[in-house]
């Protein structure tokens, strides 16, 4: 499988302060890559820069090339907005709106212009589905979103982000506020999605990078300091630096 | 800042009875090839008697690996140190074990004269013996060249027991009345070849657990 995602040279300025160091990295289509690294090391910004997150901030600028599917995704006169429907974001804490289960994962589609009913139940129903939680909420799907347990909104929070057909997502830590029943179902459909996306996540789980990550990315001080294959990074890693935070010497 | 010093602790306890072990081990080897050259039946009683205490450490250190691989997911040169560390009490036990049957043929020729004085069965013996002394020496130090080059002195075990091989049959061939002691001192001399061949699994596992490579010496 070839890149989806080539970034180079990246930096990423708040202010005066540089957040990102010439950071370079490609990403290979359907395949999980995890970010990890120690508070502060520029995993989440990095994430964030995948789909121009961090223009929400103030001060944020970035230097270097994103270029996703071959096209710059800073160049200018890029659609923003259609850019994220291609690459969606799951965060952290699941943040279901305040809806019926069915217009939260309608509500993508619906943003998109999509007004046919039979359509919008299809995506409902595909995209629950493929997030794992059909099965638990096909027969109530005009109950809110905020009754269901914290793994199942996760999982709707999935849905959500599947339901525009975004080729990438981005999750970052996804399962921090989740309990580990909860959570070994989400990295359980994190390795099923990777059949149809390409998935870059950040984690504070080293376990779970090494359990459901093809490609392990360890950041630190704003820089990348190791990209390599899962395996390879947490039983013979190559960088002293790398060595010693997935060893727990610091961190 | 440090952390995970209790999981250091662990690991610096488990490292240091690997060695206490491998110490046991190199001085059965020792005591056994003695008992045998000297006819020292009480000797090569206790080492039979030994093994058991050896077992035992085998068995307690494998669970505490166990435990700490369950307990503390180690990675990277965490990982390969208690890997390696299973994998070493394996080929440490397996050599107690051959200690302890080079004893028994001393027990089985007790009060028996000797066909020939053992020249190069002590030979063997010393090699092997420092062959393991080094690979924990390496161990200790982190340092694959010195695990290399202790694995390289298996040929000059295998060298030797090529030889002794020949000697025997010859002995045989002359005096069939000396078959059945000089068999049992074949058997001796297989074993300290199958010690020094634990002995080069051991180099390879010092040289995995340092540089992460799997790599198969004198093959």
């Known amino acids: 499988m070839g890149s989806i995602i080539e970034v180079e040279s990246l930096s990423l300025y708040y202010g005066a302060f540089r957040a990102l160091k010439d950071v370079s990295l490609s990403v290979a289509g359907r395949s999980v ?3 990890i690294g120690p508070s502060g ?8 820069t995948l789909n121009r997150m961090n223009e929400l901030i103030p001060g944020a600028r970035t230097t270097g090339r994103v270029v996703v599917e071959g096209r710059d995704i800073y160049a200018p006169g890029i659609d923003v907005a259609a850019l994220r429907k291609e ?8 943040n279901p709106f305040p809806m019926s289960i069915f217009d939260n994962v309608a509500y993508g589609p619906r943003c998109h212009g999509v007004r046919d009913r039979r359509r919008l139940a299809e995506i409902v129903e595909s995209s629950l589905t493929e997030a794992a939680l059909w099965p638990e909420v096909s027969g109530n799907l005009r109950k809110s979103a905020l009754s269901l347990s914290g793994g199942q909104q996760q999982r709707l929070c999935i849905a959500r982000a599947l339901a525009v057909g975004p080729r990438i997502v981005l999750m970052d830590e996804p399962c921090s506020a989740l309990d580990p029943i909860s959570t070994a179902r989400i990295e359980d459909l994190i390795t099923e999605l990777k059949q149809a996306y390409t998935i870059v996540m950040v984690t504070h789980n080293m376990q779970q990078a090494a359990r459901v990550s093809d490609t392990t990315a360890f950041f630190l001080d704003g820089e990348l300091v190791e990209l390599g294959g899962t395996a390879t990074m947490f039983t013979r890693p190559g960088d002293r630096r790398t060595e010693d935070y997935i060893t727990g010497r610091f961190g | 800042m440090a952390s995970r010093n209790t999981f250091r602790r662990e690991l610096e306890v488990l490292q240091r009875d690997l060695l206490k072990m491998g110490t046991m081990v190199e001085a059965s080897i020792f005591t056994a090839v003695k008992s045998l050259k000297e006819g020292d039946a009480q ?6 008697d030994g093994d058991a205490s050896i077992d035992a450490l085998e068995v307690d250190i494998e669970r ?6 369950a307990l503390q997911q180690p990675m990277a040169s965490d990982l390969r140190l208690i890997g390696t560390t299973l994998k070493i009490i394996t080929d440490l036990e397996r050599i107690a074990d051959h200690a302890a049957d080079i004893a028994k043929v001393t027990l089985r020729l007790a009060g028996q004269p000797l066909i020939k004085p053992l020249v190069d069965i002590p030979r063997m013996a010393d090699i092997s013996q420092q062959m393991v002394a080094e690979g924990l020496q390496a161990f200790i130090e982190r340092d694959p060249e010195r695990a290399e080059r202790m694995a390289l002195r298996d040929e000059e075990v295998d060298h030797l027991y090529n030889q002794i091989f020949r000697e025997l049959l010859v002995i045989m061939l002359e005096d069939p009345r000396t078959v059945r002691q000089a068999t049992y001192l074949l058997f001796v001399a297989m074993y300290l070849e199958r010690v020094a061949d634990h002995a080069t699994n051991l180099a390879e596992w010092v040289i995995y657990m340092v540089t992460g490579d799997r790599r198969e010496l004198n093959d």
């Open chain 1, 33 to 35: 890559t995890a970010l």
């Open chain 1, 41 to 48: 090391c520029g995993k989440t910004s990095f994430l964030r």
């Open chain 1, 87 to 94: 690459i969606g974001m799951v965060f952290q804490r699941p």
């Open chain 2, 43 to 48: 000797a090569a009683q206790a080492i039979v």
């Open chain 2, 64 to 69: 505490r690996s166990l435990q700490l691989l």
